[in-house]
C-alpha cells in the first residue's frame, strides 16, 4: 500500500532539484523515495558539509585545464582499443 505526502518547498528549490534528477535520468519521486527510505534506516544523516574551496594555485591549474579542454588543446586522441592507446604513448 502506498501513501501520499505533501509538503510546501520553495519552487526554485524544487525546479533545480527536478532539473538535476532528469539530467541523471531518474524520475524526480524517485530521488524523494529514496531518500525518504535512506532516511527511514537511518542511512542518511542530515548534517552540513563544507564545501571544498581550492588555494589560488590550485583553482588558476584546474581553470587552464577546463579552458584547454574546451579548445580541444592538450588532449589525446580518442582510442577503440589498448594496442592503439599503447602505441600512442610510445610515440609520446
Known sequence: MTTQVIFKIDKKLKDRAMKKAEHEG????????FATKAYADGELTIGVIPKEVF??????LLQRELRDIKLGKNISPRFTNAKDAVAYLKNL
Open 26 to 33: 531518474l524520475p524526480f519521486a524517485s530521488v524523494l523515495k
Open 55 to 60: 588555494n589560488l594555485k590550485t583553482r588558476r
